[in-house]
C-alpha cells in the first residue's frame, strides 16, 4: 500500500501540468483559466492553509482523508482531472452530495432482493459520498467515507451515464488522481494533425518500458512483461496493447483482444488474424461488419484475407502453417492431434518453440495455430503459460516445467461424471495393430467407409444429421470418432448410442477383427432408462473368442473368458452392477493395454464415419419403421412405410 503522506504530489501535479500545457495546440480558443493555467504551466490553485483544511473538515463534519488532505495542501482544487471533469472541488467547493442527483434511488429501484454489499454500495454513496466534481461532462466524483482503509483512506467513485456501466472504484484520493493522469494520457495519446506531437518525459519512459517489456516476454518473464505493458496501455502508449493481447490470447483470454494497432500491419496477418476471425466465427450472433471495426485502416488485400479465412474458419477448413522448424513441428503436431494424443502433439509444438521466430519486433509468439480447428483444443491456460515461459525469438531463458499432461491414461476417467452429465452411456470399438484410417473398412460398408474431416462429437452429429434422409426404428448405425487408443492399437467411439437391446446386438468385433484382435464395449451402467447394462466381446480373426452382457440383473456369457475379465468379479453372482464400471473399465485396459484419449474426446476434434449397423437384421414377422425425408420436391407419403 501507497503511503499517501510520503508521496510528493508538488513534483506530480506539476509534471502533470507541463504535460497537458505542451499538449495544447497553439492558437487554440481557451477560457482565461485554462490560458492562464497554460502560461504557468500549472492546472492547480494557491496551497489551502491548514485553517482551510480545518474549517472544511468542521463544516463537514468528518476529518479528511490522508491523500486528500496532502493534496490541498499543495493546491486548493485542480482543473482537467482526466478528460471529463474540468473542475475538481478544494476546500469551499467539497460538500456532501445528499443524493442531489437523484442517482440514489435509482440504483435502489435496480437492486435484486438478493443484492450484495458491493451492489448495495452503488446506490448508497449518492446520499453518502462527498462530491468532488465542480464542473465536468455529467461526470461524478464521490469520496465514500463508509469504504475507508486501514489508513484512513476513502475510496473514490466515478460515474457518467453515458458509459453505461456501474461506478467505478479508485481504492483512494491518490489512487483517483493517478487514474485521471492515466486517462489524461490515453485520451492524448492517439493525437491528431492540428495538435503538438504527444511526446514527453512520461511518454518516452513508458516507451522504453514497452521495449524492454517485449524483450522480457520473449526472455520468457511474461508475467514482468505483461504488468509493464498493461501499465502502458493504460496510459494509451502505441503497441502496448497489441503485445499484451498476445500475452492474453496465449492464457486463453478473449474478451476485449483485439490486438490493437498490430492486426491490420501485413508481417503479422498470418499470425494474428486467425485468433481474432475464430473468436469472431465463434460468437454466432456477431455481425460482420464487427470484424471489420477491428480491421479499420486495414487495406484491401488484408481485409479480403480476413474474408477468407472467416469462411475457412466457419467451415472447418482452416489450417495454421509456419515457416521454418516450428512448422515443421506444427506439421507433426497436427498428425498426433488429429488421431486423439493431444498430449504428444503439445509437446512436440514445445520442443521447437526456442527455434520459432517471430514475424517482426512487435511479435511475441505463435498465435495463429489456436484457430486451427485440430491445433486449437491444444490449449489450455496451463499450457498456455508454459509456452510464454520458454524463451524464443533468439532470446535466452530458463526452460518453464512442463505443464500436466492432460490424458491420464487407460479408460477408468469415462467412469467418472461429465461436466452436464451427459455420458451416461457410451460404446467403442478397439483394433489391434491396424491404424485409424483403416477402421471405417472394417466398421462399414459403401459411402460410409469415408472419414470425415476432425470435428467435435456434436458437430459431427449435426453434420450427420444434416446429410441422412433415411431413418430405421431397427437399424443402428454408430456415428463414431477415431484415433489411437495406446501402443499398436486404433479405436472408434460413440459416446451417445441408441438404447442397448440384448436380443438384437450383433458385436462388431469379428468382422473388424480380421488377421488381428477387437474388443468391443458397451457399458449403460449409468444410463437414465431403462436397466444398467454392460457388454464386453473380444474377438480374433473374424471369429469371437468370448463374450459376456451384464443385463437385466443377469450375466449372460460365452467363450472362454480371462480371469481377469470374468464378469462375477465385477458385477457379483447376483449381477449387481453398482460401482462396477470403473474396476471393469480398469481391468480391460489392463488386459489390452489400451486407453482413450480424455481430452482429444471431450474437447477436441477427431475423424469420424458412420459404422454398419450394430444390430441383425430383422426377422420374419418383426415389424420396424423406416422414414424417409425430402429435401426435393414433395414426393407421395407412400414412399415411407412399415413393412410386416
Same mark, same amino acid.
Do not use: C
Given at each position: 500500500?501507497?503511503?499517501?503522506?510520503?508521496?510528493?504530489?508538488?513534483?506530480?501535479?506539476?509534471?502533470?501540468?507541463?504535460?497537458?500545457?505542451?499538449?495544447?495546440?497553439?492558437?487554440?480558443?481557451?477560457?482565461?483559466?485554462?490560458?492562464?493555467?497554460?502560461?504557468?504551466?500549472?492546472?492547480?490553485?494557491?496551497?489551502?492553509?491548514?485553517?482551510?483544511?480545518?474549517?472544511?473538515?468542521?463544516?463537514?463534519?468528518?476529518?479528511?482523508?490522508?491523500?486528500?488532505?496532502?493534496?490541498?495542501?499543495?493546491?486548493?482544487?485542480?482543473?482537467?482531472?482526466?478528460?471529463?471533469?474540468?473542475?475538481?472541488?478544494?476546500?469551499?467547493?467539497?460538500?456532501?452530495?445528499?443524493?442531489?442527483?437523484?442517482?440514489?434511488?435509482?440504483?435502489?429501484?435496480?437492486?435484486?432482493?438478493?443484492?450484495?454489499?458491493?451492489?448495495?454500495?452503488?446506490?448508497?454513496?449518492?446520499?453518502?459520498?462527498?462530491?468532488?466534481?465542480?464542473?465536468?461532462?455529467?461526470?461524478?466524483?464521490?469520496?465514500?467515507?463508509?469504504?475507508?482503509?486501514?489508513?484512513?483512506?476513502?475510496?473514490?467513485?466515478?460515474?457518467?451515464?453515458?458509459?453505461?456501466?456501474?461506478?467505478?472504484?479508485?481504492?483512494?484520493?491518490?489512487?483517483?488522481?493517478?487514474?485521471?493522469?492515466?486517462?489524461?494520457?490515453?485520451?492524448?495519446?492517439?493525437?491528431?494533425?492540428?495538435?503538438?506531437?504527444?511526446?514527453?518525459?512520461?511518454?518516452?519512459?513508458?516507451?522504453? !518500458? =514497452? *521495449?524492454? /517489456? +517485449?524483450?522480457? %516476454?520473449?526472455? #520468457?518473464?511474461?508475467?514482468? @512483461?505483461?504488468?509493464? $505493458?498493461?501499465? &502502458?496501455?493504460?496510459?494509451?502508449?502505441?503497441?502496448?496493447?497489441?503485445?499484451?493481447?498476445?500475452?492474453?490470447?496465449?492464457?486463453?483470454?478473449?474478451?476485449?483482444?483485439?490486438?490493437?494497432?498490430?492486426?491490420?500491419?501485413?508481417?503479422?496477418?498470418?499470425?494474428?488474424?486467425?485468433?481474432?476471425?475464430?473468436?469472431?466465427?465463434?460468437?454466432?450472433?456477431?455481425?460482420?461488419?464487427?470484424?471489420?471495426?477491428?480491421?479499420?485502416?486495414?487495406?484491401?488485400?488484408?481485409?479480403?484475407?480476413?474474408?477468407?479465412?472467416?469462411?475457412?474458419?466457419?467451415?472447418?477448413?482452416?489450417?495454421?502453417?509456419?515457416?521454418?522448424?516450428?512448422?515443421? !513441428? =506444427? *506439421?507433426? /503436431? +497436427?498428425?498426433? %492431434?488429429?488421431? #486423439?494424443?493431444?498430449?504428444? @502433439?503439445?509437446?512436440? $509444438?514445445?520442443? &521447437?518453440?526456442?527455434?520459432?521466430?517471430?514475424?517482426?519486433?512487435?511479435?511475441?509468439?505463435?498465435?495463429?495455430?489456436?484457430?486451427?480447428?485440430?491445433?486449437?483444443?491444444?490449449?489450455?491456460?496451463?499450457?498456455?503459460?508454459?509456452?510464454?515461459?520458454?524463451?524464443?525469438?533468439?532470446?535466452?531463458?530458463?526452460?518453464?516445467?512442463?505443464?500436466?499432461?492432460?490424458?491420464?491414461?487407460?479408460?477408468?476417467?469415462?467412469?467418472?461424471?461429465?461436466?452436464?452429465?451427459?455420458?451416461?452411456?457410451?460404446?467403442?470399438?478397439?483394433?489391434?495393430?491396424?491404424?485409424?484410417?483403416?477402421?471405417?473398412?472394417?466398421?462399414?460398408?459403401?459411402?460410409? !467407409? =469415408?472419414?470425415?474431416?476432425?470435428?467435435?462429437?456434436?458437430?459431427?452429429?449435426?453434420?450427420?444429421?444434416?446429410?441422412?434422409?433415411?431413418?430405421?426404428?431397427?437399424?443402428?448405425?454408430?456415428?463414431?470418432?477415431?484415433?489411437?487408443?495406446?501402443?499398436?492399437?486404433?479405436?472408434?467411439?460413440?459416446?451417445?448410442?441408441?438404447?442397448?437391446?440384448?436380443?438384437?446386438?450383433?458385436?462388431?468385433?469379428?468382422?473388424?477383427?480380421?488377421?488381428?484382435?477387437?474388443?468391443?464395449?458397451?457399458?449403460?451402467?449409468?444410463?437414465?432408462?431403462?436397466?444398467?447394462?454392460?457388454?464386453?466381446?473380444?474377438?480374433?480373426?473374424?471369429?469371437?473368442?468370448?463374450?459376456?452382457?451384464?443385463?437385466?440383473?443377469?450375466?449372460?456369457?460365452?467363450?472362454?473368458?480371462?480371469?481377469?475379465?470374468?464378469?462375477?468379479?465385477?458385477?457379483?453372482?447376483?449381477?449387481?452392477?453398482?460401482?462396477?464400471?470403473?474396476?471393469?473399465?480398469?481391468?480391460?485396459?489392463?488386459?489390452?493395454?489400451?486407453?482413450?484419449?480424455?481430452?482429444?474426446?471431450?474437447?477436441?476434434?477427431?475423424?469420424?464415419?458412420?459404422?454398419?449397423?450394430?444390430?441383425?437384421?430383422?426377422?420374419?414377422?418383426?415389424?420396424?419403421?423406416?422414414?424417409?425425408?425430402?429435401?426435393?420436391?414433395?414426393?407421395?407419403?407412400?414412399?415411407?412405410?412399415?413393412?410386416?
Amino acid at each position: 500500500m501507497t503511503d499517501s503522506t510520503a508521496f510528493d504530489w508538488r513534483s506530480f501535479l506539476l509534471k502533470w501540468s507541463g504535460e497537458w500545457a505542451d499538449s495544447l495546440p497553439d492558437g487554440e480558443e481557451r477560457g482565461e483559466g485554462d490560458e492562464a493555467a497554460r502560461r504557468e504551466r500549472w492546472l492547480g490553485f494557491p496551497p489551502a492553509s491548514e485553517d482551510r483544511i480545518a474549517a472544511l473538515e468542521e463544516r463537514l463534519g468528518r476529518r479528511m482523508p490522508p491523500s486528500y488532505r496532502e493534496f490541498l495542501k499543495v493546491t486548493d482544487g485542480w482543473r482537467h482531472a482526466g478528460g471529463f471533469v474540468w473542475l475538481l472541488a478544494g476546500t469551499e467547493d467539497a460538500r456532501w452530495h445528499n443524493d442531489e442527483s437523484g442517482l440514489g434511488e435509482m440504483f435502489e429501484e435496480d437492486l435484486d432482493e438478493d443484492a450484495g454489499p458491493e451492489e448495495r454500495r452503488e446506490a448508497d454513496i449518492w446520499r453518502r459520498g462527498l462530491q468532488l466534481d465542480v464542473e465536468s461532462d455529467v461526470t461524478h466524483v464521490l469520496m465514500d467515507p463508509e469504504d475507508m482503509d486501514e489508513d484512513g483512506e476513502w475510496a473514490v467513485y466515478t460515474w457518467a451515464s453515458w458509459r453505461a456501466q456501474p461506478p467505478e472504484r479508485h481504492a483512494g484520493f491518490l489512487e483517483f488522481m493517478r487514474d485521471m493522469h492515466r486517462e489524461f494520457h490515453s485520451l492524448r495519446a492517439g493525437g491528431s494533425d492540428e495538435e503538438p506531437v504527444f511526446v514527453n518525459d512520461t511518454t518516452r519512459e513508458l516507451d522504453a !518500458a =514497452v *521495449e524492454e /517489456a +517485449r524483450l522480457e %516476454a520473449l526472455r #520468457g518473464g511474461w508475467e514482468r @512483461a505483461g504488468k509493464a $505493458l498493461d501499465e &502502458a496501455k493504460g496510459y494509451g502508449r502505441p503497441r502496448a496493447a497489441g503485445l499484451g493481447d498476445q500475452i492474453r490470447r496465449l492464457l486463453g483470454q478473449t474478451y476485449m483482444v483485439y490486438f490493437e494497432g498490430l492486426v491490420t500491419d501485413p508481417r503479422y496477418a498470418s499470425e494474428l488474424l486467425p485468433p481474432l476471425v475464430a473468436e469472431h466465427a465463434r460468437n454466432t450472433h456477431w455481425d460482420d461488419s464487427t470484424l471489420m471495426f477491428h480491421l479499420r485502416g486495414a487495406d484491401e488485400d488484408l481485409v479480403a484475407l480476413a474474408h477468407s479465412m472467416l469462411g475457412q474458419v466457419r467451415d472447418g477448413t482452416y489450417r495454421y502453417t509456419a515457416a521454418g522448424p516450428f512448422g515443421e !513441428a =506444427v *506439421e507433426r /503436431a +497436427r498428425e498426433s %492431434a488429429r488421431w #486423439g494424443d493431444t498430449d504428444e @502433439a503439445w509437446r512436440t $509444438l514445445m520442443a &521447437a518453440v526456442p527455434l520459432w521466430e517471430p514475424l517482426g519486433p512487435d511479435h511475441l509468439a505463435p498465435l495463429g495455430w489456436v484457430a486451427d480447428p485440430v491445433l486449437g483444443p491444444l490449449l489450455t491456460p496451463e499450457r498456455g503459460r508454459e509456452l510464454l515461459a520458454t524463451a524464443r525469438g533468439g532470446q535466452a531463458g530458463e526452460a518453464p516445467a512442463p505443464a500436466a499432461g492432460l490424458d491420464e491414461g487407460g479408460l477408468a476417467w469415462l467412469a467418472e461424471p461429465d461436466p452436464g452429465n451427459n455420458r451416461t452411456s457410451y460404446r467403442f470399438v478397439l483394433v489391434e495393430a491396424v491404424e485409424p484410417d483403416e477402421l471405417p473398412g472394417r466398421l462399414a460398408d459403401g459411402d460410409g !467407409a =469415408v472419414l470425415n474431416e476432425p470435428m467435435t462429437f456434436w458437430e459431427a452429429r449435426n453434420e450427420s444429421s444434416r446429410n441422412k434422409s433415411e431413418f430405421s426404428s431397427f437399424e443402428d448405425r454408430a456415428l463414431v470418432a477415431v484415433g489411437r487408443a495406446g501402443a499398436g492399437w486404433s479405436f472408434a467411439f460413440d459416446g451417445d448410442p441408441a438404447p442397448f437391446h440384448r436380443p438384437r446386438f450383433v458385436s462388431p468385433a469379428p468382422a473388424a477383427s480380421a488377421g488381428t484382435r477387437a474388443v468391443v464395449v458397451w457399458n449403460g451402467l449409468r444410463a437414465w432408462h431403462g436397466k444398467p447394462y454392460f457388454h464386453l466381446s473380444v474377438a480374433q480373426d473374424g471369429a469371437e473368442q468370448y463374450s459376456f452382457t451384464y443385463a437385466d440383473g443377469e450375466i449372460e456369457r460365452s467363450g472362454e473368458i480371462p480371469s481377469a475379465l470374468d464378469p462375477s468379479r465385477f458385477f457379483g453372482s447376483t449381477g449387481d452392477g453398482a460401482g462396477a464400471e470403473r474396476p471393469v473399465l480398469e481391468a480391460v485396459s489392463r488386459e489390452f493395454g489400451v486407453r482413450l484419449p480424455r481430452h482429444a474426446l471431450v474437447k477436441g476434434r477427431l475423424h469420424t464415419f458412420t459404422t454398419r449397423s450394430w444390430t441383425r437384421p430383422p426377422g420374419e414377422g418383426e415389424g420396424y419403421m423406416v422414414i424417409r425425408m425430402h429435401r426435393g420436391p414433395v414426393r407421395p407419403a407412400h414412399d415411407g412405410g412399415i413393412p410386416s
